[in-house]
């Protein structure tokens, strides 16, 4: 069966931290890799990956995909209390374009 | 920038009724998708819509279930005799090409009484 697994499940940092949030995942005819940030409603498209080894960057927030370890990060440096959100993944496979999600990692950066 | 929107954003309904849940799309988006989230549980795929019909569906989507595109900008899920297990967020998502990432409304919370 299909699976996104994320960790951790949460976590409370101060402002200005560095965070490494986790996702790895097991998905037959892997397409690719989303990562959304949740704050109260509407996932919010953060970035979509699909070569290993290759870093996309949008300001403070950075992402990676390792294609033969089946996982992906999500860095976020220098970080302000507008970052905390709900970070979900998801992975799209080629069979069906379905999104399989992950439970999420809830952040919560204190001032 | 352009967004899905979803209506009503809050729908409160008797066990049994049936409901509608509606959607606008991005407009020239063509790939259409309606997902739930259960409260505290991860997001799970509901179905996929994509020159009008469906192409894609999960477990969940029985005969229960329907989309509809009745015209050129809603997309509608209609859930019909609502069970109390309904209760959930919806979310509705679009995208204008598979190369894509989807992009979602800000939901319809469904609670079922």
């Known amino acids: 069966e299909d699976k996104v697994v994320q960790s951790p499940l949460s976590l409370v940092v101060h402002e200005g931290d560095t965070v490494t949030l986790n996702c790895s995942y097991e998905?037959?005819?892997?397409?690719?890799l989303l990562w959304y940030k949740q704050e109260k409603k509407a996932p919010t498209f953060l970035f979509m990956l699909?070569?290993s080894g290759i870093e996309k960057k949008s300001g403070r927030l950075s992402s990676i995909l390792d294609k033969k370890e089946l996982f992906s990060i999500l860095n976020i440096t220098a970080t302000q209390t507008g970052d905390s959100a709900v970070y979900l993944c998801a992975v799209e496979a080629w069979s069906n374009y379905q999104l399989i999600w992950g439970a999420g990692t809830k952040l919560i950066i204190k001032p | 920038e352009p967004e899905v929107t979803q209506t009503p954003s809050h729908q409160v309904t008797q066990m049994g009724q049936e409901v509608i849940l509606r959607c606008v799309p991005i407009s020239n988006h063509l790939y259409f998708y309606w997902y739930r989230q259960i409260l505290g549980q991860k997001v799970e795929f509901l179905v996929s819509f994509y020159n009008n019909e469906i192409s894609e569906k999960s477990e969940i989507f029985d005969d229960q279930f329907s989309v509809e595109r009745p015209d050129g900008s809603n997309f509608t899920l209609k859930i019909r005799s609502t069970k109390l297990e309904d209760s959930a967020m919806y979310f509705c998502a679009s995208r204008g090409t598979v190369n894509q990432p989807q992009h979602f409304g800000d939901g319809t919370r469904l609670s079922i009484l």
């Open positions: 998905v037959t005819n892997f397409r690719s």
């Open positions: 699909t070569s």
